[in-house]
């Protein structure tokens, strides 16, 4: 095999001997070369370098000249090669990543930049890692308390394995629907109606997202699930009449609820307070008796030696006190008699009615407290004394 290869010649070259630099194609750099000469030149290159041979004759009329076929052919494959190697060249941008294969064999992961791969021999896949990518899913399901309910999510992720991703799954996108939808039913049927539509969205679409996460990680399918969203939930048309008659009536029950809680809030303490004040009002009384039964008794005691050294002047005198001491207390009548004594009439049963309303007016309510035994009746009890001692 005859190896034609070409060497290339500075312009600055001596050629001739001369001594004058010479171009390329043999001209002095003193006149400008002929057009048509550096043509048949350059025709005369391409013939040398695809192996064609001389003609004594072409189609042209021309001997020696290669044929006009050959020079369609040899531009013809310049241009595909040229073609070729142009439309090799790919560019990966900064949030992508680029996955070439070599007949279908995994070869090689390129980031960002320009890259330049075979075809025909190798294959490429670039895919943006860092874009948030979003499905959604759909469907009516059963709740725990079996009701039906209507519910619709949005699953936001994104690839955080691009091998795991194109060779793990066949089809990652149909993969993660079908994971989300059965996490979906799963976290729907583990909870009750009244909990899905009021308080528990935030907290069911976190579940449905650790359930898509932990079911994608056991498939390698190189998703990162970053959030789900409950977009809609609400009860079907068929039975939204009955729900809502459900509805209103848990709202009513919680009215009524909440009136009880707020009556027992604002009379519990009001029966605290008066309980407390009653105990406290009984054991001042408590310590006021004690007070005056131990006052008495050293007043007795003070008084008995007294009595001891003359009886009848002490009874006399405890007789005047007493006395004063009912009197001073209790309302009197006097009635004039025509022989000149005076009679002096005590109206008992006014005087209780007296002494049962003043205590009333006070605002103590003796009668609906207190037992009628512990009412402190200090009149009607120092006129039961005064009874005993003028019977004595």
Do not use: C
Not at 349 to 355: A, E, G, I, N, Y
């Amino acid at each position: 095999m005859v190896d034609y290869t070409i060497m290339p010649m500075a312009w600055n070259e001596p050629g001739g001997g001369d001594g004058k630099r010479r171009d390329p194609w043999g001209k002095n750099n003193d006149t400008p070369p002929d057009l048509d000469q550096v043509f048949k030149k350059f025709q005369e290159k391409l013939r040398v370098v695809f192996g064609n041979k001389k003609s004594g004759g072409d189609n042209f009329g021309t001997p020696g000249q290669p044929s006009g076929v050959s020079i369609s052919s040899g531009l013809l494959l310049t241009i595909v090669i040229l073609l070729y190697i142009i439309f090799g060249f790919y560019i990966v941008k900064p949030a992508e990543q680029g996955v070439i294969t070599r007949f279908g064999k995994y070869n090689r992961t390129v980031g960002p930049g320009p890259h330049w791969y075979p075809q025909f021999i190798e294959q490429k896949d670039i895919v943006n890692t860092e874009e948030s990518l979003s499905i959604r899913e759909a469907g009516t399901m059963l709740t725990k308390d079996e009701n039906l309910v209507s519910v619709e999510i949005k699953v936001q992720y994104y690839i955080n394995d691009i091998n795991n991703f194109l060779f793990k799954v066949i089809e990652p996108e149909k993969s993660l629907k079908q994971a989300a939808e059965s996490a979906l039913r799963q976290a729907i049927g583990h909870n009750e109606l009244d909990f899905i539509i009021t308080a528990g969205q935030l907290e069911i679409g976190e579940q449905t997202r650790k359930q898509i996460a932990n079911t994608l990680d056991s498939y390698n399918a190189g998703i990162y699930i970053s959030g789900v969203t409950l977009e809609e939930v609400k009860v079907p048309e068929q039975v939204k009449a009955a729900f809502d008659d459900a509805t209103k009536a848990k709202e009513d029950r919680a009215r009524f609820i909440h009136e009880a809680e707020t009556y027992y809030n604002k009379i519990v303490p009001e029966a605290k307070g008066l309980a407390q004040q009653m105990l406290q009002e009984a054991e001042a009384y408590k310590q006021e008796t004690i007070d005056g039964a131990i006052g008495n008794t050293q007043r007795f005691n003070l008084v008995l030696p007294a009595f001891k050294k003359s009886p009848q002047i002490t009874k006399t005198r405890l007789y005047i006190e007493a006395l004063e001491q009912v009197f001073s207390n209790s309302s009197k009548i006097l009635v004039d008699l025509n022989d000149g004594n005076n009679l002096i009439y005590l109206p008992l049963d006014q005087l209780m009615k007296s002494s049962k309303s003043e205590l009333t007016s006070e605002g103590k309510n003796v009668k609906d407290t207190l037992p009628d035994q512990h009412i402190r009746r200090d009149e009607p009890s120092n006129i039961r004394s005064y009874d005993r001692r003028r019977e004595s």
